[in-house]
């Protein structure tokens, strides 16, 4: 029995202690009325605490209170209940998106996700990485460039970059079976001056697997946070597997040792004279795509005066 409320005995005994302390040496009037006016001033920054975590919600409030006033007051309590169903469901798909395991989605959900991180991201850097030829990456994100390089986003573009794990043959096989969308998906990077380059799938692979990263293909989002992307097929239907991370110190260094090896193997795209070519690049570019990589890791609001150009 002791044990069980050892702690509530323990506080107890202070503040016994506290109080005769007090009357012994000042009087109990004078410490009870500092314990009032301290406490006082403890509940009012406990009030305006609370009161900005509101006001930092204050959207999702306003949706709940909306629902309120234009519900029947008849049904307005079962409502309320089921609704707050649904809203421990959503507790359910923050703690599965921000697990190692990640959350399944369809591509309506992707869409909403995809949307929601470059919103967040808030116009800093980004770097993506992706398994896929640009016709599948159409396939599979159809509106995952159209987000990335809105024009409220890129208002000052050229620090986003993008690593395509494929080969050069399937890359040429691509281009030759769909010109127009691989031109396009080309074209979109080049004219924002977002870096297209190349590495091996095997050699992404491994190196993600040395970091013990969950997915080669990946966003980093304005050195905030990191979502992990894997496609996979329900039968005849396409899924997504998204984890979604905030960057924290070690999984930094792992994303910045990951894209620092992937640069030293990176080639860079080229679609010239209707040929495609993964060329070598000389150093200054290397060095210059080591630093948007960086960049994109540490890049934080009072940077933004900051802004790197591919060469």
């Known amino acids: ?61 306003s949706t709940l209170l909306e629902q309120h006033r234009s519900t029947n007051e008849n049904v307005r309590l079962p409502l309320a209940l089921f609704m707050r169903y649904r809203l421990e469901a959503l507790q359910r798909v923050r703690s599965d998106l921000t697990s190692p395991t990640g959350l399944d989605l369809d591509e309506s959900e992707l869409e909403r996700f995809v949307d929601s991180c470059f919103s967040a991201n808030d116009g800093k850097s980004y770097v993506g990485t992706d398994s896929n030829v640009p016709t599948r990456f159409y396939e599979l994100y159809p509106t995952y460039l159209g987000k990335q390089f809105s024009e409220d986003r890129l208002r000052s573009p050229g620090y986003d970059a993008r690593i395509l794990f494929t080969s050069e043959d399937e890359l040429r096989a691509d281009y030759h ?66 984890q979604l991370e905030a960057l924290t110190p070690e999984r930094r260094q792992q994303l910045q040792q990951y ?43 009072w940077k933004r005066s900051i802004r790197l150009r591919a060469p």
Not at 36 to 59: Q, V
Not at 206 to 218: M, P, R, V
Not at 259 to 265: A, D, K, P, S
Request: contains cysteine; hydrophobic residues 45%; glycine residues 4%.
């Open 1 to 61: 029995m002791i044990k069980e409320y050892r702690h509530e005995i323990f506080l107890t005994v202070i503040a016994f202690l506290a109080f005769s302390l007090a009357s012994r040496w000042e009087g109990l009037s004078p410490f009870i009325g500092g314990f009032i006016h301290h406490l006082t001033i403890i509940l009012l920054a406990i009030a305006l605490g609370f009161a900005f975590a509101l006001y930092a919600i204050r959207k999702d409030i």
């Open 177 to 242: 079976s769909n010109k127009v969308m691989f031109t396009d998906f080309y074209e979109n990077h080049w004219s924002k001056h977002v870096r297209l380059l190349q590495v091996d799938k095997p050699t992404a692979a491994q190196l993600a697997k040395n970091q013990h990263l969950s997915s080669t293909d990946l966003g980093i989002f304005g050195g905030r946070f990191v979502a992990f992307f894997t496609p996979y097929k329900n039968g005849t239907v396409v899924r997504y597997r998204i």
């Open 259 to 301: 894209m620092h090896m992937l640069n030293r193997y990176a080639k860079e795209i080229r679609l010239q004279n209707n040929v495609v070519d993964c060329v070598e690049r000389d150093s200054a570019k290397v060095e210059a795509d080591e630093q948007r990589f960086v960049w994109a890791l540490t890049s934080s609001a």
